[in-house]
């Protein structure tokens, strides 16, 4: 299972742990991902995603994850927010 946020495209990054003495060893920096369910009102139901803490706040921030999707550029999507993005788009297609 890759360590990469499902909405926001965040991923490990690379740095140094520095020692007292300035001895520099390489260790990566992982991002906080969290297994959740969000309610998706239009579809009503939930959706299952591995994402960051970050984007969690960013979800509640914008109004849910359907508002949150819409404003979402699809190159930073995974293929199944991607795909969750799509059914809510069809699905207000049909209500409309």
Do not use: W, Y
Request: charged content about 30%; hydrophobic content about 40%; aromatic content about 2%.
């Amino acid at each position: 299972m890759s360590r990469v946020c499902e909405l926001t495209g965040k991923g490990p990054m690379t740095g140094h742990n520095v020692s007292h003495a300035n001895n520099k060893t390489k260790r990566r920096f992982l991002p906080n991902l969290n297994d959740v369910s969000l309610q998706s009102e239009t579809l009503g139901r939930p959706v299952k995603l591995r994402i960051s803490a970050h984007a969690l706040r960013s979800v509640d921030h914008r109004g849910g994850l359907d508002k949150f999707l819409d404003k979402a550029k699809d190159v930073e999507l995974s293929a199944a927010a991607l795909k969750v993005k799509k059914e809510i788009a069809k699905a207000r297609a049909a209500a409309v």
